[in-house]
């Protein structure tokens, strides 16, 4: 085999061999980086997650502080009261009134802290479960377009192959003889009329 078509065939091959390598690259590259999105979505939706637990646990504290409070307050309330002579035991019903007052002030506080705390918890699982699903999304478009990188460098070696094959053929075959194959002259038909 001559020098210079033996050249052009190794030239070509390895053209192919390094789309093809590039198409394998790039699919290795989209796997690790879906894999780094789908696990960025994870860790953040985990946090999410922690943090809202932390939330519920330090609301959980608010509303045992605030009854503690309470408790203390009724506890100073009724030896104030009792001190200054006034009848603790529910015959005196503007004591009996401020006590139960309290107690509904008290109890609206932790209502309201609560729900609060169960809104805050909604919301940071909705943000949790939406930036799991975003890490899956990402994940996935990176996957797609990765797929896509590969099937585009498989077709770009397969044309690069053919391209090579064509112009292999071209220098291989000798000029005159191509020529002759590709434009011979036509046969020229006499009248059967005459001229």
């Given at each position: ?20 390598a590039g ?13 780094q999105a ?130 292999y053929d ?26």
């Amino acid at each position: 085999m001559p020098f210079l078509p033996a050249l052009f065939l190794a030239s070509t091959a390895i053209s192919a061999g390094a789309q093809v390598a590039g198409g394998i690259g790039a699919a290795r590259t989209a796997k690790f980086n879906a894999w780094q999105a789908d696990f960025s979505g994870r860790l953040e939706a985990f946090n999410i997650e922690t943090e809202r637990k932390l939330s519920m646990a330090e609301a959980s504290q608010r509303h045992n502080d605030r009854l503690q409070l309470y408790r203390e307050n009724l506890s100073s309330n009724i030896a104030a009261f009792a001190a200054a002579g006034r009848d603790v035991g529910g015959q005196d019903r503007s004591v009996a009134r401020f006590l139960e007052r309290q107690k509904e002030v008290a109890a609206g506080d932790t209502k309201r802290s609560d729900f609060m705390a169960q809104i805050t918890s909604q919301k940071m699982q909705a943000e949790a479960m939406s930036a799991k699903a975003g890490g899956a999304q990402r994940a996935a478009a990176i996957r797609a377009e990765g797929k896509a990188q590969a099937i585009s460098s498989m077709i770009g070696a397969f044309t690069t192959v053919v391209g090579g094959l064509y112009q292999y053929d071209l220098i291989r075959t000798p000029a005159a003889s191509r020529s002759t194959q590709a434009f011979a002259p036509r046969p020229r038909y006499e009248s059967v009329y005459g001229k």
